[in-house]
């Protein structure tokens, strides 16, 4: 069973949420929280798998939160999906820096977001190709020179080259088809290679993937 806690102020959003995912037999909600000051607790508390976090919210707003969520050693295994009216929300590159590990509009249709919910879980890529290139395009608006490759020197050649694939914004599946591997294989090769580099999930690989200049921006095309 996903266990799920709803983060927003806006009562009927938490309430719509609730009723799709709840309606679910692979997924209950755990809890909810109205702000950032009381999702951190209640994540502490009820250790559930997803937080679903809006990032504008009174007192602490979701960036925070995350911040304190994802910063917390005790709770390495919950995943935070930031929630945002806008597709280009100005908040979204921070999110991902924050330990986020995806990244939702609210009017995402309910099949992509029980997806969403189940591939965080697993793992599995949550950030579109859409959302990449607007990743990509604050990094190249932002950074100056690559840093320093030398994390890179734990990974194996493949590895590096999995890696470069995750940053453009393949899936398993996309990768396994382009390096003519299967699906388990790819992932066995990304999950090693989040460890070597000790990312959290997919979306930091990412960030690493620009940061370390192993990939540049205007790659996707």
């Known amino acids: 069973m996903i266990r799920v806690l709803l983060a927003d102020d806006q009562s009927l959003v938490r309430a719509g949420f609730r009723a799709l995912l709840d309606a679910q037999p692979d997924i209950e909600v755990a809890g909810e929280a109205a702000d950032g000051e009381e999702a951190v607790p209640a994540v502490r508390e009820l250790r559930p798998d997803v937080v679903l976090m809006d990032i504008r919210m009174p007192v602490l707003d979701g960036l925070a939160a995350t911040r304190r969520i994802t910063g917390d050693s005790a709770l390495e295994d919950v995943k935070v999906v930031m929630l945002t009216t806008f597709e280009l929300d100005e908040y ?61 020197a734990r990974l194996t050649e493949r590895e590096r080259e999995v890696m470069a694939l995750v940053g453009i914004g393949l899936s398993n599946e996309e990768i396994a088809r382009r390096l003519v591997v299967s699906p388990l294989t790819a992932k066995t090769h990304v999950s090693r290679t989040m460890v070597k580099l000790g990312a959290r999930d997919r979306a930091q690989l990412v960030v690493l993937a620009y940061e370390s200049g192993l990939v540049r921006p205007g790659w996707l095309g």
């Not at 820096?97 to 189940?118: H, I, N, Y």
């Open 92 to 152: 979204v590159f921070e999110a991902i820096r924050s330990g986020a590990s995806g990244f939702l509009v609210k009017d995402t249709e309910p099949d992509e977001l029980l997806r969403a919910v189940r591939a965080v879980v697993d793992g599995d890529a949550l950030l579109s190709p859409g959302v990449t290139r607007r990743l990509i395009a604050e990094f190249a608006a932002r950074s100056k020179e690559p840093a320093a490759a030398d994390a890179l």
